[in-house]
């Protein structure tokens, strides 16, 4: 019988993609774990890999198509020995059939948000009965874990019966067997949002303004993204700031000096250190020292997180992302600085994977390059902090009662103040400011 495939959530808030691209045609042969397809999402361009084997019969969706929603069927895969035609034809219902569904690279990808209720499935064969092992996705068992249901109870549309996203959300709709409860940081984490403040109409906003005046510029998925995750934000946390000024000329000497020492490798250095490398690296290494600082919060418990995972800020075109270095705390600078310039170039070009840029403990939003002295940033879920880093730049500073020249930046911490009060922040920023005025320290 022919096989649908749809349109994979991507990661667990996508709501629709675009089908940017087929690497298969009609006709064409496929195995399980072969890419077809590259699809569009609000911050990347993900490959998607076939789980069934089949013929493709149909391809539904032409390449370039925006907006397919999740589930939507996308082709048509017809079984060895099934007419192509016969399969097209009977194939494309509304929902996929018993193993339709594709499992994109990245469906196990840590998320921010549990993924919206999408249409589910029709239930094939249960799953695994009880005591037998359950064959589900990593994201189907996350999301059946973070929901409190046992997966033993869960009907699989997948292959062979195996649980898939759209089985879980069908049965936490539908009100599926509960295991036992679950943790308490998952508990909160699974909670849903509050509902958003809704601003002005259009209309509303455009009377203003003379018709013929203006142009409209319909919002993107990545600019819709951006507004309704710093809307949260400002609605659902407490933002508290603290700013120091750090002096630079110690650090600005030691990354010559380091620079100057880079061997070369291929014909090419191998690493050249910036200013903010060695910004990442000392916020992980203060986090690693006040780790109390190092949190996230949930309604019933405080996340206290075993490493540094830092975010940066890159500006990409029609809004930003940001990657995260993984264990910064524990990473040289060349290899901060090295694992940062891949992880801007895949960013300005779409290409990262979800992993690559969901989560992390805190972020840096450097706009100092820009010769912006001070900002204060947004908090960006679930981070309980973010870094603004402002433009080194020579100030008079006193030494000792006499007035000297020195390169000084302003840096402020914005705060998640339900986890991080002003004392704590105070002792996270200063543990920063003594690795930056003695950069030596993060050497050893």
Known sequence: MPINITMPALSPTMEEGNLAKWLVKEGDKVKSGDVIAEIETDKATMEVEAVDEGIVAKLVVPAGTEAVKVNAVIAILAADGEDLAAAAAGGGAAAPKAGAAPAPKTEAAPAAAPAPVAAAAAPAAPAA??????????????????????????????????????????????????????????????????????????????????????????????????????????????????????????????????????????????????????????????????????????????????????GVAVSIPGGLITPIIRKAETKSLSTISNEMKDLGKRAKDRKLKPEEYQGGTTAVSNMGMMGVKSFSAVVNPPHATILAVGAGEERVVVKNGEMKIANVMTVTLSTDHRCVDGALGAELLGAFKRYIENPMGMLV
């Open 129 to 310: 009965s009880t005591g037998e092992r359950v064959f589900a996705s990593p994201l189907a068992r996350r999301l059946a874990k973070e929901a409190g249901l046992d997966l033993k109870a869960v009907s699989g549309s997948g292959p062979k019966g195996r649980v898939v996203k759209s089985d879980v959300e069908k049965a936490v709709s539908t009100g599926g067997a509960k295991a036992a409860p679950a943790p308490a940081a998952a508990a909160s984490s699974a909670a849903p949002a509050p509902a958003l403040a809704k601003g002005p109409s259009d209309e509303a906003v455009l009377k203003n303004f003379a018709e013929g005046s203006y142009d409209l510029v319909p919002h993107d998925g990545m600019r819709k993204t951006i507004a309704k995750r710093l809307q949260e934000s400002k609605q659902t946390i407490p933002h508290f700031y603290v700013s120091v000024d750090c002096e630079l000329d110690a650090l600005i000497a030691l990354r010559a000096q380091l620079n100057a020492a880079a061997p070369e490798k291929d014909g090419k250095l191998a690493y050249k250190l910036s200013v903010n490398d060695m910004v990442i690296k000392a916020l992980a290494l203060a986090l690693r020292d006040v780790p109390d600082a190092n949190v996230s919060w949930t309604d019933s418990a405080m996340v206290k997180h075993k490493h540094a995972d830092v």
